[in-house]
């Protein structure tokens, strides 16, 4: 019996196997790359600053206390502004790229600063339980860049709404780093990646090209 999925369905699915594949690369190929071009750390964050029934607060500080880092002041300001002013979408993701100061920041203090004293939370894979915690742990303050990660599969293009978020985004003095899945062959396991990132406003065009 041949069955064919509902149109939407298969676009769900495709756009979660691209997002899978993208996933792994990050983790195993990206990543690694740009440790050896000389960033300390390097996170890749789903955890959606955009979700209407999300009611945490202070999701950047929560971000870092999870991950045991502390961002210095032009860093949180950084994440902030992004999140906050210059992003109108939910994108794919985050890539954090981290370079430590040499500085530390004992976490009851780093508590203490962000409000976040008598908090616990689980928030994909960013949670925090107090009580399993020495507020004298040292947490190493980092700054860094945040590039915004974008997934599309086959001929998918970027939609008017997104093209002028991530408009915004760059002329703000941040990356997008696209993603473009081509699909060759489920059979055979075959698949084509295409990696662009967008450091210019004036290179910010359909995704993919033609």
Same mark, same amino acid.
């Given at each position: 019996? =041949? #069955?064919?999925?509902?149109?939407?369905?298969? %676009?769900?699915? /495709?756009?979660?196997?691209?997002?899978?594949?993208?996933?792994?690369? @990050? /983790?195993?190929? *990206?990543?690694?790359?740009?440790? !050896?071009?000389?960033?300390d750390?390097?996170?890749?964050?789903?955890?959606?600053?955009?979700?209407?029934?999300?009611?945490?607060? /202070?999701?950047?500080?929560?971000?870092?206390?999870?991950n045991?880092?502390?961002?210095?002041?032009q860093?949180?300001l950084?994440?902030?502004?992004?999140?906050?002013?210059?992003?109108?979408?939910?994108?794919?993701?985050? $890539?954090?790229?981290?370079?430590?100061?040499?500085?530390?920041?004992l *976490?009851?203090?780093?508590?203490?600063?962000?409000? *976040?004293?008598?908090?616990?939370?689980?928030?994909?894979?960013?949670?925090?339980?107090?009580?399993q915690?020495?507020?004298?742990?040292?947490?190493?303050?980092v700054?860094?860049? @945040?590039?915004v990660?974008?997934?599309? #599969?086959?001929?998918? %293009?970027?939609?008017?709404?997104?093209?002028?978020?991530?408009?915004?985004?760059?002329?703000?003095?941040?990356r997008?780093?696209?993603?473009?899945? @081509?699909? =060759? !062959? $489920?059979?055979?396991?075959?698949f084509?990646?295409?990696?662009?990132?967008?450091?210019?406003?004036?290179?910010?065009?359909?995704?993919?090209?033609?």
């Amino acid at each position: 019996m =041949r #069955y064919c999925l509902p149109k939407r369905e298969l %676009n769900d699915w /495709k756009g979660g196997l691209a997002e899978r594949i993208v996933q792994l690369y @990050i /983790k195993n190929e *990206l990543i690694p790359r740009l440790k !050896s071009q000389g960033w300390d750390e390097v996170i890749f964050s789903k955890e959606t600053w955009f979700d209407e029934l999300m009611v945490l607060e /202070k999701p950047e500080e929560r971000f870092f206390i999870s991950n045991g880092l502390f961002p210095d002041e032009q860093f949180l300001l950084s994440f902030q502004r992004l999140t906050k002013q210059l992003l109108s979408n939910a994108p794919d993701g985050f $890539l954090v790229k981290l370079k430590k100061t040499g500085e530390v920041k004992l *976490l009851g203090h780093a508590l203490k600063e962000f409000g *976040l004293e008598a908090s616990s939370w689980n928030w994909g894979n960013c949670s925090f339980e107090p009580s399993q915690h020495n507020k004298k742990e040292k947490l190493p303050v980092v700054g860094g860049e @945040i590039e915004v990660v974008e997934v599309k #599969y086959g001929k998918s %293009n970027l939609p008017p709404e997104q093209k002028g978020s991530y408009t915004h985004v760059v002329s703000g003095g941040h990356r997008v780093r696209f993603f473009n899945v @081509i699909i =060759r !062959s $489920l059979d055979k396991n075959d698949f084509e990646l295409v990696e662009k990132v967008i450091a210019n406003p004036k290179d910010l065009k359909t995704f993919p090209a033609a």
